[in-house]
């Protein structure tokens, strides 16, 4: 079992910046993933970004490009999602999520909510025009 952590949502206002965090309970092993998903009111939730526990490899939604950075400190079992140049439409509330990845996962597999088996309570992001 993992427990997910997050913290560092807020209000802030466009053109602002946040840093959400997702500390895991424990390691989640080398091939494991992290994910940030968001769920804006009325709308269905989305990925937003995800990373390998190893490696290099980071997979970003198209809306988020450019603006938003997944990392992660290994040592601290943490990921993080820096969000720059904030609008309103990033207003949701942000989850993070983890797996451990023991099966094979494709490119697309990162953006699907399903293939994450443990999630956080989720962090409020609003941001005002």
């Known amino acids: 079992q993992v427990q997910l952590v997050e913290s560092g949502g807020g209000l802030v206002q466009a053109g602002g910046s946040l840093r959400l965090s997702c500390a895991a309970s424990?390691?989640?092993?080398?091939?494991?993933?992290m994910g940030w998903f968001r769920q804006a009111p009325g709308k269905e939730r989305e990925f937003v970004a995800a990373?390998?526990?190893?490696?290099?490899?980071?997979y970003y939604a198209d809306s988020v490009k450019g603006r938003f950075t997944i990392s992660r400190d290994n040592a601290k079992n943490t990921g993080y999602l820096q969000m720059n140049s904030l609008n309103p439409e990033d207003t949701a509330v942000y989850y993070c999520?983890?797996?451990?990845?023991?099966?094979?996962?494709?490119?697309?597999?990162?953006?699907?909510?399903?293939?994450?088996?443990?999630w956080g309570q989720g962090t409020q992001v609003t941001v005002s025009s």
């Open positions: 999520a983890v797996d451990l990845a023991t099966d094979y996962w494709t490119s697309s597999s990162y953006a699907l909510g399903y293939k994450y088996a443990y």
């Open positions: 424990r390691r989640t092993f080398s091939n494991g993933v």
């Open positions: 990373i390998r526990w190893s490696g290099t490899n980071t």
